[in-house]
C-alpha cells in the first residue's frame, strides 16, 4: 500500500482567491490523479498528473482553472484559481503503485469558498 | 459521467445484520474497487475484484461480479456501528482511470 497525505487538511476561502493543495507519497508511484467530490456527491476524476510533462484533463476541467504540478514521483501539487462558492468539495488525491491496480487516497482536502 | 450506479442509496440496518450493496455499470472493465468513506473524509480501499473474477472475501466482506449483468455486490457480514459509512464502487479500465458510482450510504444502528 501507500501512505499518501494532503495539506492543507480543510481551508476556508475568500471568492476570487487561490489555493494549492499539496500531495505527498511515501514511495515512488507512475500514476497520480486528482479528483473533486462535490457537497453530497460521488467522486470525479480531475485530471492525471504526469511526472515531467503536462497534466492530462478530464472533459469539463481545464489548465486554467486546476493547474496541477508533478515535480518528482512521490509529490504533487492542485491549485483551485479564481475560486467561487461553486468550487467549495473536497479534493483528493489518489495513487496507483502499479501493484495490482489498487489505488490508495489521500485523507482529502475540505475546501469552502465564501 | 458516472460509470457505476449504487443500489440502495441508502441502508440503514441493526448491528449484527448483514449489508448488501449493489453496483451497476455500464462499459466494459479490468477491475471494480470497493471503497469506504467516513464522514466526507479520504477513501479507503477495501477490495479488489479482477473482470476474470466471480468473487472474492475478505473478512467480513465478501464481493461477487457479474460482467454479464455488468453488476456487482457488496456483502458485509456480522455489521458492526463501526461501518457506519458511505460505500461507493469504482470501475477501472486499461488507462487506471476510475469511475465512481454515487455511492450507499450505510447507518448500522446500535
Known amino acids: 500500500s501507500a501512505v499518501i497525505s494532503q495539506k492543507p487538511s480543510r481551508d476556508i476561502c475568500q471568492r476570487g482567491t487561490s489555493l494549492t493543495i499539496q500531495c505527498q507519497v511515501d514511495?515512488?508511484?507512475?500514476?497520480m490523479f486528482w479528483y473533486r467530490q462535490q457537497p453530497g456527491q460521488s467522486l470525479t476524476l480531475i485530471a492525471t498528473a504526469n511526472q515531467g510533462s503536462e497534466a492530462t484533463y478530464e472533459s469539463g476541467f481545464v489548465i486554467d482553472k486546476f493547474p496541477i504540478s508533478r515535480p518528482n514521483l512521490t509529490f504533487s501539487t492542485l491549485t483551485v484559481s479564481n475560486m467561487s462558492p461553486e468550487d467549495s468539495s473536497i479534493y483528493l488525491c489518489?495513487?496507483?503503485?502499479?501493484?495490482?491496480?489498487?489505488?490508495?487516497f489521500g485523507p482529502g482536502t475540505r475546501l469552502t469558498v465564501l | 459521467s458516472q460509470q457505476g450506479e449504487e443500489d440502495p442509496q441508502a441502508l440503514s440496518i441493526q448491528e449484527g445484520e448483514n449489508a448488501t450493496m449493489n453496483c451497476s455499470y455500464k462499459?466494459?472493465?479490468?477491475?471494480l474497487q470497493w471503497y469506504r468513506q467516513n464522514s466526507g473524509r479520504g477513501l479507503v480501499h477495501l477490495i479488489l475484484?479482477?473482470?476474470?473474477?466471480r468473487e472474492k472475501h475478505s473478512g467480513r466482506l465478501r464481493v461477487t461480479l457479474d460482467t454479464s449483468k455488468k453488476s456487482s455486490s457488496l456483502l458485509i457480514t456480522a455489521s458492526r456501528a463501526a461501518d457506519t459509512a458511505s460505500y461507493f464502487c469504482?470501475?477501472?479500465?486499461?488507462?487506471?482511470?476510475?469511475?465512481f458510482g454515487k455511492g450507499t450510504l450505510l447507518t448500522v444502528n446500535p
Open positions: 489518489s495513487v496507483d503503485t502499479g501493484m495490482a491496480d489498487t489505488q490508495y
Open positions: 475484484i479482477r473482470s476474470n473474477e
Open positions: 462499459t466494459s472493465i479490468n477491475n
Open positions: 469504482a470501475t477501472g479500465g486499461s488507462n487506471y482511470k476510475l469511475t
Open positions: 514511495s515512488q508511484v507512475t500514476m
